[in-house]
């Protein structure tokens, strides 16, 4: 079955054409998918995006940890190790408050 898809194609010199390349890399994107994104304005992705999605990544991590070492601590009924948890938690849940917010 043929593909609905057909190619557009246009002129530029080599130059622009280098820099398209390396901005469809950079925002980790085809070409394609690059130029069709410019030209019907929807999000490109930029590095700062990617970087700001691995740190939110670890953070996640590092909460998980915290949540397994929390219930650890409730078995053992560890009070002070309970508190240190849960004041780590609530240091972490403020990192992601101020990482969403630089999005």
Excluded: W
Excluded at 36 to 58: G, M
Excluded at 88 to 100: D, G, M, P, R, V
């Amino acid at each position: 079955m043929p593909s609905k898809l057909k190619p557009v194609k246009f002129l530029c010199t080599d130059e622009e054409q280098q820099k398209i390349f390396l901005m469809a890399r950079d925002a980790r994107l085809s070409v394609s998918k690059f130029l069709y994104a410019v030209f019907f304005k929807t999000h490109i992705p930029t590095k700062s995006d990617t970087l700001l999605r691995h740190e939110l990544r670890q953070v996640n991590a590092d909460m998980a940890r915290l949540g397994g070492l929390l219930k650890i601590a409730l078995s053992r009924e560890e009070t002070e190790e309970i508190h240190r948890l849960i004041k780590e938690l609530a240091e972490l849940q403020q990192l992601i408050k101020t990482k969403i917010n630089s999005l």
